[in-house]
């Protein structure tokens, strides 16, 4: 039995016993699905937890000129943020890690379950980081709400140093976004989500989120 309480217990007694050590949990998962804590509650990837001394300097716009997720920058500007952590906004699953290169750079994926307060069904999502300098996650590890996930980078001197972030509804998204509809289905207004949601009830229970559908990016893959 894979149980929450475990998890939690394991992780929380790790961080106590190896405070500098980095040590990775993998999800428990098949072909077709990977287990996650639901979540509860999200916060910003940037200034854990509230976004305090960053900013958002760029949207989301489906509409041309496109821009798919949002831009975080550091209060003082330039490249001063290079290299500052970057944190998943929920508990999940490490869904891709890899250096998809082009105007990407770094990109972590990870995919949440978390209950929809309105309709009371357990829904998917994931969070997206680009333009990282490095990745401190691999490829089915479990993270919590506020786990390191990378560092922010300026894909090798293309842009200022920042965070390019989105939100999927539609966890077939990758960066290669083949035959993905650029709407509100399919991306969410990362911030707006997080205000919304916020603080969820602690549920203690872990769910299934389904993995398997993304399509081979560059020679990268994932989960
Ligand atoms: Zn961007």
């Not at 040590?23 to 999200?42: E, H, L, N, T």
């Not at 929809?116 to 990745?135: A, M, R």
């Not at 991306?187 to 009830?201: A, E, N, Q, V």
Request: glycine share 12%.
């Amino acid at each position: 039995m894979f149980s929450f309480i475990r998890l939690i217990l394991v992780l929380f007694l790790a961080s106590i016993a190896m405070p500098n050590a980095s040590a990775v949990y993998m999800a428990k998962r098949s072909q077709d699905w990977a287990y996650v804590p639901i979540c509860d509650g999200f916060d910003f990837p940037v200034g854990k937890p509230n976004g305090d001394g960053y900013y958002r300097s760029r949207g989301l716009r489906l509409k041309s000129p496109r821009h798919l997720g949002e831009d975080w920058n550091g209060n003082a500007g330039g490249d001063s943020d290079l290299g500052d952590p970057i944190y998943s906004i929920g508990h999940g699953v490490v869904t891709y890690a890899a250096d998809a290169r082009g105007a990407w750079g770094g990109v972590v994926i990870v995919r949440h379950a978390f209950r929809d307060p309105k309709s009371g069904k357990v829904l998917c999502c994931q969070s997206l980081y680009g333009h990282l300098k490095d990745i401190d996650v691999i490829l089915g590890q479990l993270v919590l709400r506020g786990t390191k996930v990378g560092t922010m980078g300026n894909n090798r001197g293309m842009y200022p140093a920042h965070l390019h972030a989105e939100l999927h509804f539609n966890v077939d998204v990758n960066c290669g976004q083949q035959g993905i509809a650029k709407t509100a289905q399919n991306y969410g207004d990362l911030t707006s989500f997080i205000k919304r949601f916020r603080r969820l009830p602690l549920e203690r229970k872990m769910a299934r989120v389904p993995i398997g559908s993304f399509l081979p990016y560059k020679g990268t893959d994932g989960l």
